[in-house]
């Protein structure tokens, strides 16, 4: 037996704890690492979900736009395809008048 009790003098050092430490952090690198992961992969799932939540909306604002445009070129033609009926009846009355 050594002066020190029976314990060796790797123990007596204080490597013996150093040695410990790193393994218990060697131990749980590998779900440190999965918990980084997958928090990144979460983060890039948000992003690209955001993402296409922006590319749908804007195309569905575009598509409306389009829709509003096309209404509204609709009702500019039955508004000058009225003002012509009305052209016609007036003028037909006047002739037969």
């Given amino acids: 037996m050594n002066k020190m009790g029976g314990k060796s003098a790797l123990w007596n050092t204080g490597r013996f704890d150093n040695m410990m430490t790193r393994r218990a952090w060697l131990r749980h690198l590998p779900w440190a690492v999965l918990a980084l992961m997958l928090a990144g992969t979460g983060l890039l799932w948000q992003n690209a979900e955001r993402h296409a939540i922006q590319s749908r909306q804007a195309e569905f604002d575009l598509r409306v736009q389009a829709a509003g445009g096309r209404i509204k070129q609709r ?12 052209g016609f009846i007036t003028n037909r009355q006047e002739a037969r008048g």
């Fill in 75 to 86: 009702m500019l033609d039955y508004e000058q395809m009225l003002h012509g009926v009305r």
